[in-house]
């Protein structure tokens, strides 16, 4: 089993800035990807970034420019630093880490952007 402990989330203005981190633990030997989800109100979740364990990275188009994901393999800690932010993406942002094909998901941090 894979534990995700995420924080960072909170409440910030549009244009502000914010930096999520996820902590894996448990039995972990061999991640394929870890990545960031987010599901707002009424809307599907959605993949935002995604970085594999050869530090190749994809980001969603309306992020692109604005957001940098990155890993730090020592601490089984993936980043999403989050810049220039619109209300366009408040959500509930999760934290996805993929080992042997199996998929395992953090509770989720809220992040808000007023305008």
């Known amino acids: 089993q894979v534990q995700l402990v995420e924080s960072g989330g909170g409440l910030v203005e549009a244009g502000g800035s914010l930096r999520l981190s996820c902590a894996a633990s448990?039995?972990?030997?061999?991640?394929?990807?870890m990545g960031w989800y987010r599901q707002a109100p009424g809307k599907q979740r959605e993949s935002v970034a995604v970085v594999t364990n050869s530090g190749a990275t994809n980001y969603a188009d309306s992020v692109k420019g604005r957001f940098t994901i990155s890993r730090d393999n020592a601490k089984k800690t993936v980043y999403l630093q989050m810049n220039s932010l619109k209300p366009e993406d408040t959500a509930v942002y999760f934290c996805?880490?993929?080992?042997?094909?199996?998929?395992?998901w953090g509770q989720g941090t809220q992040v808000t952007v007023s305008s």
């Open positions: 996805k880490v993929v080992q042997q094909r199996i998929g395992y």
């Open positions: 448990g039995s972990i030997f061999s991640i394929n990807y």
